[in-house]
């Protein structure tokens, strides 16, 4: 019965691509507006917007978002929130799963789509990761979008781990940002993205459920660079005990 699954799964993945497509338009001129708008104001509005998108399209196409942990998050504190990244679906799900108003790095070639890369320059921080003066200038607005009371939404594994194992070795980008700043880090998990996303599968999907479950914030007063090796291990041993015993 494989072919019949692999037939229904691609019919899904082009449902699941048209309702994308069709929501999308129906938000496009809003989100074109604010646009215009200073941050954080326009990032605001945008996560506000898309929450309500989501709401709504994440159950249409058969995969509910399911959060716990949201008592970590403290009134009035900004955090470095670094999560698991399994597949395409992680970022629509991610943006407006953490509460408050947050921003997220990407791709500078993800801006450059039309319009979808709108919303990628509104609710991201473009880099060139290519670039050494790009990655310098998109660290210098990471600590701009915090000072301005955002969180920061990373992926320390940097792509997308299509290794068979819970995680992937993580860079030191987000530890090194949350150093300098003294901003604590939330490590966050998403549960089956995989799943609905099949690594090596093209136009292929499958419904199912998504749970985002963020943990304890780990504090960072008083570290310093030469910290950071240890910050990270620390970090990715949470995530890994916490995600191996959750699956």
Known sequence: M??????????YAVYGLLLFAVTLLIVLIPIWIISFLPDPRKTRYFLGIGRVWMKFYMPMIGCPVFRKGLQFFEKGRQY????????????????????????????????????????????GIMVDRSSEASRRESIVKMKEA???????????EGTRNRTGQPLKEFYDGAFNL???????????????TRKIQVPGKFLYAWPHRIDYHFLEPVETTGL????????????????????????
């Open 224 to 247: 310093t660079r030469d910290d950071t090796p240890a910050l990270k291990e620390k970090v990715f041993r949470i995530m890994w005990d916490y995600y191996t015993a959750h699956t």
């Open 80 to 123: 470095v929130v670094v999560c698991n990244h399994n597949s395409l679906i992680d970022v629509p799900v991610t943006t407006p799963g953490v509460p408050g108003v947050n921003k997220t790095l990407a791709k500078s070639s993800m801006g450059k789509i039309p319009l979808f890369g709108m919303m990628y320059r509104i609710g």
């Open 2 to 11: 494989n072919w019949l699954k692999n037939i229904v799964g691609r019919i």
């Open 146 to 156: 915090l000072d301005m009371g955002m969180h920061m939404v990373l992926f320390p």
């Open 178 to 192: 949350a150093i300098d700043t003294q901003t604590p880090i939330i490590p966050s998990l998403l549960f089956h």
